[in-house]
């Protein structure tokens, strides 16, 4: 009996292994930034647009410093060096991995399409359906308006930012956007903010396009069982899955998920092979 309990708990903590771990990665940043604010931890001081990293240097949100050079001011040197280590990291190895393994909204997000799965509530559900592209747009928009209005634009009303004072400092009226981001993804479009509205996903997707590390699909294995489809959260990136072997790119966020649910050993993490 305890044997088959403790062999059904390890089956469940493989099959959501890297879950688990983005959990614990996402979480743990929250607590760093927390402890530097509560208890004078010294590991990681500021927030997810700008963090003094052991007291040795800064990373700085590339996204962030694209909107203020928008508005023309100048940068420290300090800062443009922190957004140009983040940002060759994930252009360079982690792809769009910043929206699966770092950001915070990520967990309110899952939590909404957790509960909709709960509650049976089917993309024809949506009240609204739009593009996935429009999260570019976006992008763009949010650029153009920093240019001018004068202040980055996007970091006004920046969910991340919300998310991230709200646990430390208290919630003002910030958990309103925080409340309305979830009910949106929850009852208006699934998927609805990182999937399609998030310039920050516009904009890893872009920067991350050849990324070193990448799903790999094997159509060999694959039984067309659909289980990676239902758990993707850019179900249109696996439109190879089943019909050609290569790498999923473009908006993958690197999450994971597809493996842990494919029992055909189908999919893995790999390393993007530019002739592919
Ligand atoms: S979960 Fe695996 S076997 Fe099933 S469709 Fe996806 S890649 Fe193919
Ligand atoms: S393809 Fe896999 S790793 Fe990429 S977003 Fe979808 S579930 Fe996550």
Not at 66 to 94: E, H, K, N, P, R
Not at 141 to 154: E, M, Q
Not at 239 to 253: A, P
């Amino acid at each position: 009996m305890i044997g088959k309990i403790c062999w059904t708990m390890i089956k469940r903590l493989k099959r959501n292994r890297f879950l688990i771990l983005r959990r614990i990665f996402q979480a743990g940043l929250l607590l760093l930034f927390a402890g530097a604010n509560w208890w004078g931890w010294t590991l990681l001081l500021g927030n997810y647009s700008s963090a003094y990293v052991l007291q040795l240097f800064y990373l700085t949100d590339p996204h962030a410093v694209l909107q203020v050079f928008a508005t023309g001011f100048i940068m420290s040197a300090d800062a443009l060096i922190g957004a140009a280590i983040v940002l060759l990291f994930y252009a360079l190895i982690a792809g769009r991995s910043f929206c699966s393994w770092v950001c915070p909204v990520n967990m309110i997000t899952d939590l909404a399409t957790c509960l909709r799965k709960r509650l049976k509530i089917t993309k024809k559900e949506n009240y609204l359906n739009f593009s996935r592209k429009t999260r570019y747009w976006v992008l763009g928009l949010g650029i153009i308006l920093s240019a001018v209005l004068g202040v980055a634009a996007f970091e006004v009303i920046n969910p991340i930012t919300m998310l991230h004072r709200g646990i430390i400092f208290g919630f003002g009226a910030g958990w309103t956007i925080i409340v309305a981001l979830f009910l949106f993804d929850l009852l208006v479009t699934e998927y609805g903010w990182c999937g399609h509205l998030c310039p920050l996903g516009a904009f890893y997707s872009a920067a991350g396009r050849f990324s070193l590390i990448k799903i790999k699909h094997s159509a060999e294995n694959c039984t067309l069982c659909m289980k990676c489809f239902s758990v993707c959260h850019e179900k249109q990136v696996l439109q190879i899955v089943g019909k050609e072997s290569g790498f999923i790119k473009r908006e993958c966020s690197n999450c994971g998920r597809c493996i842990e649910v494919c029992d055909d050993n189908a999919l893995k993490y790999s390393i993007y092979n530019y002739k592919n």
